[in-house]
């Protein structure tokens, strides 16, 4: 094969054996790799109703037969696992070094399953496989994990580990590779604690092969071109990073503030690009082979906050900022840096203690509870409540279930901002009526990168599209979500689609793969995948009715700002969006539409 | 005068694309193992270091290599090894103070950058200008204006 390395490696945990299997090419074919390629072998073997903290679930690494390439950004690595959070399919991506070293060492993906009686790490050198002890390694951050392990394998390792917030089954743990890349939603890393993995560690000097090279080669220039050429992801993305999307979306309305009260953060600046890059960024840095380099490297010297690594991104600075009503810079990034050594994902960190805050201001939770003023804008309090969380200490232990069952815990699910169990990104949805459909039907719960319809509604890229009309907006969802599903399956960074598209992307995989996929064959494997976890999920328990949005979103119209008046009218695009997904009126896909797509 | 790699080290962004560009140049395949340049990272100081060649005036490798194998093109300002001479012995690979020729276990022979012949694929992909092939008349005192730049500042400061 080429693109595909062909292996997979299959790890026993609880066996404590391995076994290097053969890639079915059809599969790789049907499902491309990455995201689809991991999903279909997890949907074919496991329940979806088994507990995801139990051995019955399995978790996988996988790449796509881009990662490893000069195809731009072509870094990437999934985890697909079940969710501990949302309890539905779990599909998080990182960049970095890591996915392509696997690669290099001659696999597509690993497939984890069982559990070890004792922490354990994987490392892998090509065909040499060993599962090692990891007992000294447990309780130790990523980074202090990340260096035990260079120093007893090779300088050159790469590594994806979790920290303390993983071993301790935090909900939201995530899997971080090369000191500040994460696979960061829905979980993940509670699966990797739960199976006593503590770290993957690869290394690799075998030879990748596309199967026509000088095709391939043009075809990436071609891409760097349009790279070069947009003033996104030539000049925006790598000079102020994600966050310089913070003045935009606030300036839109849609910055959500105060766990979802209101969309306006009138010190958003402070947290913003800009702001990072003028106070606390040493410089930009990228993920393998990206030419994009979006990635603030930074270093706090405050004192009281001190620290230094990747990030915030604009994600990151909002969630513990904006959300919890926070514009300490200094604070917000010290909190992140915790997050990313402790091991667990800023995101549904942020919009849960913000829930928590919402509560604590409304009376619902108290001092003698919490041990904390969680007070809106309380800095030290969010620092304080990041590293009890990731280590499960006093209200932390709590925060650590996700705020779906905290606000449960403290009889206000209302105040839950999320979809299926999974908290919301940095938009809010009543001033995108796309995304806010986008939210409603995304497979792993709330996701701003399953179909980034703030891309037309807001920036204008590929188009401006008024993000209060709800027309047609459930057909620009679905084109979004399918190929959103290519994307991250080639293994390719989805910041790409800022300046390049389906042409440019098929133009990648047909000479790497040699495969002579049509565009329109591409795009059918984004919506079979998309299918494919719907089934996931519906076989896990979900239905029709969990394709919603919090009471607040859908009734509490936006009292300021430049999205004043707006709710999300999701009653006119969901139905739609069934019909034109060819799905039933209760959103299970008909037998014609999983006949069309191959699927059982 | 003949061109050069000239690196600026604060422009790279550590994203490796020189490493693959080099290697399936070379080798027909992605795999930084084989590439003739390597960027080092250090992920705490935010450093990042594409190495390669460095094309020495007078070349530690072809003095050290018995079979004669190494001479210099100054068309091109290159060291080159003749791989029909070549005996895989690794003097050159002890000789060179920096790790930038190596012998190529599948081959025997010993590699190390020529600058493609004068079109570098690495600078093609380097997306940040953080290798560059252009004659390196002025770069010395394109460094010493940016320290300068830098000193500035605190001369003003000191004369305050």
């Given at each position: 094969m080429a693109g595909w390395t062909g292996k997979i490696l299959r790890i026993n945990l609880t066996k404590h054996s391995w076994a290097v299997e053969d890639l079915n090419p059809d599969l790789a074919r049907e499902f491309i790799g990455g995201r689809g390629l991991g999903t279909k072998i997890l949907y074919d073997e496991i329940d979806p109703k088994v507990d995801a903290l139990s051995p019955k679930n399995k978790l996988i690494l996988a790449t796509g037969p881009l990662t490893g390439t000069f195809a731009s950004a072509a870094g990437r690595y999934m985890?697909?696992?079940k969710s501990p959070l949302t309890g539905a399919i779990a599909c998080s991506n990182s960049g970095g070094y890591f996915g392509?070293?696997?690669?290099?060492?001659?696999?597509?993906?690993?497939?984890?399953?069982?559990?070890?009686?004792?922490p354990v790490y994987l490392w892998v050198y090509n065909d040499r496989v060993e599962i090692r002890p990891a007992d000294h390694l447990w309780g130790k951050t990523t980074h202090e994990t990340e260096d035990l392990i260079r120093a007893e394998t090779d300088p050159e390792v790469k590594i994806a580990s979790i920290g303390p917030a993983g071993e301790k089954l935090v909900r939201f743990a995530c899997i971080v590779n090369d000191k500040g890349r994460a696979a960061g939603r829905s979980g993940v890393g509670a699966v990797m604690g739960f199976k006593n993995l503590k770290a993957v560690a690869v290394r690799g000097t075998l030879g990748l092969k596309v199967a026509r090279g000088e095709e391939f080669r043009k075809a990436s220039l071609m891409a760097l071109e349009k790279i070069k050429a947009s003033p996104v992801t030539s000049v925006g993305l790598p000079t102020y990073g994600t966050a310089l999307l913070v003045n935009i979306i606030n300036a839109a309305g849609l910055f959500p503030t105060r766990n979802f009260q209101t969309g306006v953060f009138p010190t958003a600046d402070k947290t913003g690009g800009e702001s990072i890059r003028a106070n606390i960024e040493i410089r930009n840095k990228a993920c393998f082979a990206c030419p994009i380099a979006c990635a603030p490297v930074t270093e706090i010297k405050n004192p009281k906050f001190k620290g230094s690594g990747e990030g915030p991104e604009y994600e990151t600075t909002w969630s513990l900022g904006a959300c919890c009503g926070i514009d300490n810079l200094d604070a917000i990034t010290k909190s992140h840096y915790i997050c990313n050594e402790l091991g667990m994902d800023p995101i549904t960190l942020g919009v849960t203690i913000a829930a928590a805050m919402e509560m604590y201001e409304k009376g619902y939770l108290s001092f003698k509870e919490t041990g904390l003023a969680l007070n809106f804008g309380n800095a030290e309090a969010l620092v304080e409540i990041t590293e009890k969380t990731g280590r499960r200490e006093g209200f932390g232990d709590a925060v650590a279930e996700g705020s779906l069952r905290l606000t449960e815990k403290y009889g206000h699910p209302e105040l839950f901002m999320g979809v299926k169990g999974q908290e919301f990104p940095a938009y809010d949805g009543r001033g995108a009526q796309g995304m806010g459909l986008q939210y409603a039907t995304s497979n792993r719960g709330a996701c701003h990168v399953r179909g980034y319809?703030?891309?037309?509604?807001?920036?204008?890229?590929?188009?401006?599209?008024?993000p209060f009309a709800?027309?047609?907006k459930a057909s620009w969802d679905i084109?979004?979500?399918n190929l959103t599903a290519v994307v991250d399956s080639t293994g390719i960074c989805l910041f790409n689609t800022f300046a390049i598209g389906a042409d440019e992307i098929h133009a990648f995989l047909v000479p790497a793969t040699g495969i002579e996929y049509t565009k329109e064959e591409m795009l059918k494997a984004g919506e079979r995948i998309w299918n494919l976890e719907r089934m996931f999920n519906l076989k896990a328990g979900l239905t029709g009715m969990d394709d919603t949005?919090?009471?607040?979103?859908?009734?509490?119209?936006?009292?300021?700002g430049g999205s004043k008046g707006q709710v999300v009218r999701l009653s006119e695009m969901l139905p739609e969006y069934y019909q034109l997904r060819g799905w039933d009126e209760h959103g299970v896909p008909t037998k014609e539409k999983l006949k069309e797509l191959g699927l059982p | 005068m003949s061109k050069a790699l000239v690196y600026d080290y604060t422009k790279c962004t550590a994203c490796r694309a020189c490493e693959l560009a080099c290697s399936i140049r070379y080798h027909g395949e992605f795999n930084p193992a084989k590439s003739r340049i390597h960027t080092m990272i250090f992920p705490e100081e935010a450093v990042y270091i594409p190495l390669t060649c460095t094309q020495c005036d007078d070349a530690w490798c072809a003095k050290a290599c018995p079979a004669g194998a190494i001479s210099h093109n100054s068309d091109l300002g290159v060291w080159w090894v003749d791989i029909q001479k070549c005996v895989g012995c690794h003097m050159c690979e002890l000789a060179c103070p920096f790790g930038d020729i190596a012998v190529n276990p599948a081959t025997g022979k010993a590699e190390k950058c020529d600058l493609c012949g004068g079109e570098p694929e690495c600078v093609l992909f380097c997306v940040p200008k953080a290798i560059q092939y252009k004659e390196p008349e002025g770069a010395p005192l394109d460094k010493k204006r940016a320290v300068s730049a830098k000193l500035k500042g605190s001369h003003k400061e000191v004369r305050l």
């Open positions: 985890a697909i696992t392509p070293e696997l690669k290099f060492a001659g696999y597509d993906l690993i497939l984890f399953e069982g559990k070890a009686e004792k319809m703030i891309s037309p509604e807001i920036l204008g890229t590929p188009v401006k599209l008024d709800t027309k047609e084109g979004f979500q949005l919090p009471k607040r979103i859908l009734e509490e119209p936006l009292p300021e | -």
